[in-house]
T-cell receptor, first 115, second 111 residues
């Protein structure tokens, strides 16, 4: 089955600790994205990548970091510099960044709670 | 990207058609209309998209007005599993890098 996997589904961390969220896709998509969602709110873009070894900041990149060493993987690190990290994190991918249309496929999400 | 306006919430009886409106009065000629939905605590799911013509797939129909300033997503026979938040998004197809998810419409399908 093709799709996007995110792990873990629930994650708890102590304040001040860095944590890395996993995102893997086997859709052979070039572009990958990380979004953050707070309760009752829409999605906000953290980072995106259109190709291996390249990534760009989204609207709320402060306190986050990413890497794209492999086409299928786009891990997100939530650092201790992120002031309010408790949220629902969603990873997505699309065939390529720029296309006549841009259907994005989403993973199931990781709910991060910082205690 | 053009801004969209959707009602905050709607109800629909199971088995009836759910018609979800979206206003995008500032849409430009090369902007597509996308619909996604998000069931509670899951990732968003693509439903349908269109540019000018009405579109239909196995999930829904998309009706775009002739002036393209508004659209309606139609779920022809709503089921309880269609209860979700529905997002209407407008963006230029060949530029930009992400979908601008607003707050969407929370659809409740009732028995």
């Amino acid at each position: 089955d093709g799709g996007i996997t995110q792990s873990p589904k629930y994650l708890f961390r102590k304040e001040g600790q860095n944590v890395t969220l996993s995102c893997e896709q086997n859709l052979n998509h070039d572009a990958m994205y990380w979004y953050r969602q707070d309760p009752g709110q829409g999605l906000r873009l953290i980072y995106y990548s259109q190709i291996v070894n390249d990534f760009q900041k989204g609207d709320i990149a402060e306190g986050y970091s990413v890497s794209r060493e492999k086409k299928e993987s786009f891990p997100l690190t939530v650092t201790s510099a992120q002031k309010n990290p408790t949220a629902f994190y969603l990873c997505a991918s699309s065939r390529r960044l720029r296309a006549s249309y841009n259907e994005q496929f989403f993973g199931p999400g990781t709910r991060l709670t910082v205690l | 990207d053009a801004k969209t306006t959707q009602p905050t919430s709607m109800d629909c009886a199971e088995g009836r058609a759910a018609n979800l409106p979206c206003n995008h009065s500032t849409i430009s000629g090369n902007e597509y209309v996308y619909w996604y939905r998000q069931i509670h605590s899951q990732g968003p799911q693509y439903i349908i998209h269109g540019l000018k013509n009405n579109e239909t797939n196995e999930m829904a129909s998309l009706i775009i007005t002739e002036d393209r300033k508004s659209s309606t997503l139609i779920l022809p026979h709503a089921t309880l599993r269609d209860t979700a938040v529905y997002y209407c998004i407008v963006r230029v197809g060949d530029s930009g890098y992400a979908l601008n998810f607003g707050k969407g419409t929370s659809l409740l399908v009732t028995p």
